[in-house]
């Protein structure tokens, strides 16, 4: 009994200035969330931000190995890989993703069993030949290249990243302030495994899969790719989708009608009399 009479009020000192602790932390984070802002010209909105441009491409070169290792290595053909190379430039160096100051780079990945396609942050892409060697035309590579691009131009895993923040109070703002682009091994190793893992095993958002979608629709009209392929894409993801594994496209799509839907809608918005001829199928 003397020991509980002595115990308790400091027990409820501590108890209070650890509610206080929590209250400052959360507030600290709500802080850096929202004191993040920064205007992306591309998508023209206002976007919550937690780690620089720098830091962006500097955790995504260093996540590279990882992705490429999950996936049985770069593909071994030259040629196929200079296609990818070639629609990629196509697409970025003719719409507003070549406004932009990303390090593009998109990868064609060994892997025959996962049909996949997926952007790291910062402008590294990749393809899997399990999906490469299902699609039919190069308007269909320009889809899903396209689509990705629109993932790193608008910036999908910052945003992540910060909402992670968020979620994690100041243990994640204090990773990523310690997280010095030009020394990644800064942050401590430790901490570096953990955010290449993260963004390594990342996954967007319905809101960002349909802006990306979106984007996707956009840089492909402007490059001279018929937009209607990226719908083409959809399906043959929705075929391939009967596996254990889902396609990435469709992982956070319970109905993938709608998005096809969605895409039409962009496609009427750019051609309202219908679309020209003369674009690359
Ligand atoms: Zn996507």
């Known amino acids: 009994m003397r020991g509980n009479y002595r115990t308790r009020p400091g027990s409820r000192r501590m108890g209070n200035s650890r509610f206080i602790v929590a209250l400052v932390m959360a507030a600290m984070a709500l802080i850096s969330y929202y004191g993040s802002q920064s205007y992306n010209p591309v998508t023209d909105e206002t976007q919550y931000v937690a ?7 500097a955790l995504g070169l260093q996540s590279v190995e990882q992705m490429s290792q999950m996936h049985g290595g770069a593909y071994p053909d ?34 025959q069993e996962a049909v996949n396609a997926f952007a790291l942050p910062g402008g590294q892409m990749f393809i ?11 308007g269909q590579l320009a889809g899903v290249m396209a689509h990705e691009i629109g993932h790193v131009v608008g910036r999908h895993s ?20 310690a997280y010095d682009p030009s020394d990644p091994r800064s942050a401590g190793a430790a901490q570096v495994a953990l955010m290449i893992s993260n963004v390594v095993n990342m996954k967007f958002g319905r809101e960002h899969e349909l802006q990306s979608d979106e984007l996707g629709v956009r840089f492909m009209a402007q490059a001279g790719y018929d937009p209607r392929s990226l719908i083409d894409v959809m399906q043959i993801l929705e ?30 918005f750019i051609f309202p009399d219908g679309v020209p001829d003369g674009l690359i199928p």
Do not use: M, Y
């Open 158 to 177: 910052a945003q992540q990243i910060a909402k992670q923040q968020l979620s994690q109070g100041l243990t994640g703002a204090a990773v990523i302030a």
């Open 239 to 268: 075929e391939a989708s009967g596996g254990a594994r889902q396609p990435e496209f469709l992982s956070t799509h319970p109905n993938p009608g709608n998005r096809i839907g969605e895409i039409q809608r962009h496609i009427d």
């Open 128 to 138: 899997t030949a399990a999906l490469f060697n299902r699609l039919e035309t190069e």
């Open 51 to 57: 780690i620089t441009p720098e830091q962006e491409i």
């Open 78 to 111: 030259e040629n196929l890989q200079g296609l990818i190379d070639a629609v990629c430039d196509q697409i970025i160096f003719n719409s507003d993703a070549g406004q932009t100051d990303w390090p593009f780079e998109c990868t064609l990945l060994a892997d």
